[in-house]
């Protein structure tokens, strides 16, 4: 399992990496319209589509990403839809993890169908405009997940059970725990003050996320970062709840070792909007 992970993170790194750093935008763009298609495919099938439909739902979503790049949707501000798709996760994020397995399994497909189709558009166009805005700028977005998962994760391994006597959200992910999401906060407080300082003394050439919310002043910045590591969180559980709903371990196994896209970008999906909702209001 170990070797398949391994082989499978160097792989994509190898097809990530060189999109990513190419000058114009339009090759992540392409790369990120395959990955957010297969997660629309993943998505029909955790809500129990057949072959046809997850294939036409897929082919829907890259149809979306495309005509939004070739009407110039991408380059345009887009503050009314961050503000929207934001507070839309912060509400209904809350609502799905109050409701639980039970609450969303009387939602009507056809609706799980259209909300899960928007958001990973919303990701995707998301995703975009913040590699247009530049490569610090996306890793920096990229990173704050990704440290909020490690330090979660250790922090639950370490201190899991020590302080809360009630875990994070028991009947969604048994294994998550206040402590770790406590240690989450903290490792992306952390790493925002120190990415901050190397923007300042420009070690990194260019403003990320920190940089840019910290300019309007340290104590917004600490509380954008608190905010940001809970709602990676809440992408995390929200997703886990689906797959408890279908119940499914993962959301495909298109990726050996790591499960399926949604596994790999569950909290991304919230933080991706609402990273560009907080730069950009």
């Known amino acids: 399992m170990l070797k398949q992970r391994i082989i499978t993170a160097l792989v994509?790194?190898?097809?990530?990496?060189?999109?990513?750093?190419?000058?114009?935008?339009?090759?992540f763009g392409l790369i990120t319209v395959i990955l957010i298609s297969a997660g629309a495919w993943e998505?029909?099938?955790?809500?129990?589509?057949?072959?046809?439909t997850s294939l036409a739902l897929s082919a829907l979503c890259a149809g979306l990403c495309v005509a939004s790049w070739?009407?110039?949707?991408?380059?345009?501000?887009?503050?009314?839809?961050?503000?929207?798709?934001?507070?839309?996760?912060?509400?209904?994020?809350?609502?799905?993890?109050?409701?639980g397995?039970?609450?969303w399994s009387v939602v009507p497909r056809a609706l799980r169908l259209v909300g899960g189709v928007f958001a990973l558009w919303v990701a995707w166009l998301a995703v975009v405009q913040?590699?247009?805005?530049?490569?610090?700028?996306?890793?920096?977005?990229?990173?704050?997940?990704?440290?909020a998962d490690?330090?979660?994760y250790f922090s639950g391994r370490l201190f899991g059970g020590r302080f809360f006597e009630r875990k994070l959200a028991p009947s969604i992910s048994p294994g998550k725990t206040w402590e770790g999401v406590c240690g989450g906060m903290i490792g992306v407080v952390i790493c925002a003050l120190l990415w901050r300082s190397l923007d300042h003394v420009g070690l990194q050439g260019q403003s990320s996320i920190y940089t840019l919310l910290g300019d309007i002043g340290v104590p917004f910045l600490l509380l954008a970062m608190v905010f940001m590591s809970m709602?990676?969180?809440?992408?995390?559980?929200?997703?886990?709840?689906?797959?408890?709903?279908?119940?499914?371990k993962d959301s495909s196994?298109?990726?050996?070792?790591?499960?399926?896209?949604?596994?790999?970008?569950?909290?991304?999906?919230p933080i991706l909007p609402l990273a560009m909702m907080l730069v950009t209001l």
């Open 231 to 248: 709602m990676s969180v809440v992408g995390d559980l929200v997703e886990s709840l689906f797959k408890r709903s279908a119940g499914v």
């Open 101 to 103: 397995v039970k609450g």
């Open 70 to 99: 070739v009407t110039g949707l991408v380059y345009l501000p887009l503050r009314l839809l961050w503000l929207f798709t934001g507070s839309a996760w912060v509400v209904l994020g809350a609502w799905l993890l109050y409701v």
């Open 150 to 152: 490690i330090f979660a």
């Open 43 to 52: 998505w029909a099938k955790l809500n129990q589509c057949k072959p046809l």
């Open 253 to 269: 196994a298109l990726l050996p070792g790591h499960g399926g896209v949604l596994d790999r970008v569950d909290a991304l999906l």
């Open 130 to 147: 913040a590699r247009m805005m530049g490569v610090n700028f996306l890793f920096s977005v990229l990173v704050l997940v990704w440290i």
């Open 12 to 27: 994509l790194l190898a097809i990530l990496l060189p999109s990513v750093f190419y000058p114009a935008p339009e090759a």
